[in-house]
């Protein structure tokens, strides 16, 4: 049985003592659901001696309309728990991609427990990193954590562990931003600005900052979608994700649109060429093809994640065409079907 080491825990009851502990010198980490961060505690791929809680922070537990700069979108806190987003029927009727890359996360005791915050920040994953630390003790371990070398290109000068969030390619795709507080300061960014391609530092966020609240703009006619590749459909991380979100004229032409990629890279891939290729046009079959074929292009995904390499290529643009044919308001609930069976 792995164990947790040993650690001090605070419990903060507002987001100013949380900050306050987090500034302090000793390398504290955050703790909200603890369903990534204990596991990893205990495979000794994070150590921290401190860990300050979230869960008794009850400023960050609410989802609110019309607040801050967004007046009418949704601001939602770090600590609500992917149940509770799920459950909640504004996310159901006007965030289409939120609602579905929630209810896909892990399962539904993970969802109970585990919030939005940890979700956006949840470590970047890697075949040669998830493992106990015996496990990656027998390989001379690895540049993420104990080693020097990257065993997925040895040459590589940076890890290439993949992001394997499924909110926040959604939260991307709808435009968010989320605020960071620490004991100093205050900021608001894009959501996509929360992120960077590098799988050990793959959060800009810094150490003593806490992502406190997510913002999403009204979605007034627009619809988005999201669509998860993973071995088993109960529940397991990404493999490859596709959010996406598109603004409709009366005519069915498309006046915005935003294509995300996720677990193809340490960060969230913005597939603009393909989103830029659907403006204007209709999701006739054609648009549909040709977008899906320029949103395959900017991912790398790297030989460290479930699934062969080659067939993961290989099917990135049916899952991306999948995902627009959804958008444009086909059933698809045959090809999701169809999909899980080809994974068998
Ligand atoms: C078996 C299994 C399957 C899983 N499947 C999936 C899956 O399919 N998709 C998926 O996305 N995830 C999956 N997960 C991971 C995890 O359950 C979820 O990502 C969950 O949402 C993490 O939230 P948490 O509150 O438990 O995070 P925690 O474990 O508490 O924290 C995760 C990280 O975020 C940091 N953090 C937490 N809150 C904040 C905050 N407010 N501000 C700044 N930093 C913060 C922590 O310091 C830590 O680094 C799975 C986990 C398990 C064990
Ligand atoms: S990508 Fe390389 S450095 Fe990063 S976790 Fe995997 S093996 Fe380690």
Same mark, same amino acid.
């Given at each position: 049985?792995?164990?947790? +080491? ?6 903060? #009851? ?22 990534? !961060? ?6 000794? *791929? ?14 960050? @537990? =609410? ?23 799920? #459950? ?9 991609? !939120? ?6 996360? &892990?399962?539904?005791?993970? #969802? ?6 940890? %979700? ?6 890697? %075949? ?9 003790? =027998? ?16 040459? =590589? +000068? ?23 507080? $620490?004991?100093?300061?205050?900021? *608001?960014?894009?959501?996509?600005? !929360?992120? *960077? ?7 800009? /966020? ?11 703009? $009204? ?12 071995? @088993? ?10 959010? &996406? ?12 649109? /935003? ?13 603009? &060429? ?6 204007? *046009? @209709? ?10 074929? =320029? ?25 991306? &065409?999948?995902? !627009? ?11 999701? @079907? ?7």
């Amino acid at each position: 049985m792995m164990r947790l +080491p040993h650690f001090k825990y605070h419990a903060p #009851r507002t987001v100013r003592e949380a900050a306050e502990l987090l500034a302090a010198p000793g390398g504290a980490m955050l703790v909200a659901g603890g369903t990534d !961060l204990l596991p990893n505690m205990k495979r000794r *791929q994070q150590v921290p001696q401190t860990l300050i809680g979230l869960r008794c922070v009850a400023e960050l @537990r =609410s989802i609110q309309s019309g607040v801050g700069l967004r007046e009418a979108g949704l601001t939602i806190g770090a600590g609500v728990t992917l149940t509770e987003l799920v #459950r909640d029927r504004r996310i159901g009727e006007s965030y289409g991609a !939120l609602w579905q890359a929630a209810s896909q996360v &892990a399962t539904p005791h993970l #969802r109970n427990m585990g919030t939005l915050g940890g %979700n956006l920040c949840l470590d970047t994953r890697c %075949n040669y990193y998830d493992q106990n630390y015996e496990w990656r003790k =027998s390989i001379d371990f690895c540049m993420k954590k104990d080693g020097k070398i990257c065993w997925v290109a040895t040459g =590589s +000068p940076k890890c290439l562990a993949v992001s394997s969030t499924d909110t926040a390619p959604a939260l991307l795709a709808l435009g968010a931003q989320v605020t960071l507080v $620490s004991a100093n300061a205050t900021r *608001q960014v894009a959501a996509s600005d !929360l992120y *960077q391609n590098d799988g050990i530092h793959y959060l800009t /966020r810094r150490p003593d900052e806490i992502l406190t609240a997510v913002h999403i703009p $009204s979605m007034n006619g627009w619809r988005s979608v999201y669509w998860k590749l993973r071995r @088993r459909g109960s529940f397991d991380f990404p493999v490859l994700s596709v959010a &996406a979100a598109a603004k409709f004229a009366d005519d069915g032409t498309i006046e915005a649109a /935003r294509i995300i990629l996720g677990a193809v890279a340490s960060r969230p891939i913005d597939a603009s &060429a393909a989103a830029t290729a659907v403006i204007g *046009q @209709r999701l006739t079959d054609e648009v549909i093809a040709h977008a899906a074929e =320029s949103a395959a292009k900017p991912a790398k995904p790297m030989d460290n994640t479930d699934f062969d390499l080659t067939w993961r290529k290989r099917v990135m643009k049916d899952v991306v &065409a999948y995902a !627009l044919r959804e958008l444009r308001g086909d059933d698809v609930r045959d090809w999701r @079907r169809k999909l899980s069976k080809q994974m068998l």
